[in-house]
Nanobody
Framework: QVQLVESGGGLVQAGDSLRLSCAAS????????LGWFRQAPGKGREFVAD????????SYVGSVKGRFTISRDNAKNTAQLQMNSLKSEDTAVYYC????????????WGQGTQVTVSS
C-alpha cells in the first residue's frame, strides 16, 4: 500500500501562485508515476499533470501548460505542483494519486486539498 497526503491548498486571488505538495509513504518503491487531479464543484474529476518517478517525464492537461509545473523529490518521496497565474477556473479540490505501472490506472489516492481562486 501507498499512502498519499496533500498539503498547500488555500484561498488566493486570480494571478497569484500556490504550491501543492504530496507526501508518499508506505511501499513507495512500487510507484511508477505520481499525478495531480482536480474536481471542481458539479464537475467530474480532471487530470492535471503527472510525473514518472524514475525519469521525471511530465505531462499536462492543455489548460495548465505554461502555468503549472510538476516536480518530484525521490529522496523525500514527495511531489509538488507549482501553480502560477491562477485563474478562477482553477478552483477545485486537488488530489494526488499514484500508479504502479505505465498504464493510466491510478491505484492510490490522497484525501485532497482545496484550492480556491477568487476573481
Amino acid at each position: 500500500q501507498v499512502q498519499l497526503v496533500e498539503s498547500g491548498g488555500g484561498l488566493v486571488q486570480a494571478g497569484d501562485s500556490l504550491r501543492l505538495s504530496c507526501a508518499a509513504s508506505g511501499r513507495t518503491f512500487s510507484i511508477y508515476a505520481l499525478g495531480w487531479f482536480r474536481q471542481a464543484p458539479g464537475k467530474g474529476r480532471e487530470f492535471v499533470a503527472d510525473i514518472t518517478w524514475s525519469s521525471g517525464r511530465t505531462s499536462y492537461v492543455g489548460s495548465v501548460k505554461g502555468r503549472f509545473t510538476i516536480s518530484r523529490d525521490n529522496a523525500k518521496n514527495t511531489a509538488q505542483l507549482q501553480m502560477n497565474s491562477l485563474k478562477s477556473e482553477d478552483t477545485a479540490v486537488y488530489y494526488c494519486a499514484a500508479r504502479r505501472t505505465s498504464r493510466n490506472n491510478y491505484d492510490y489516492w490522497g484525501q485532497g486539498t482545496q484550492v480556491t481562486v477568487s476573481s
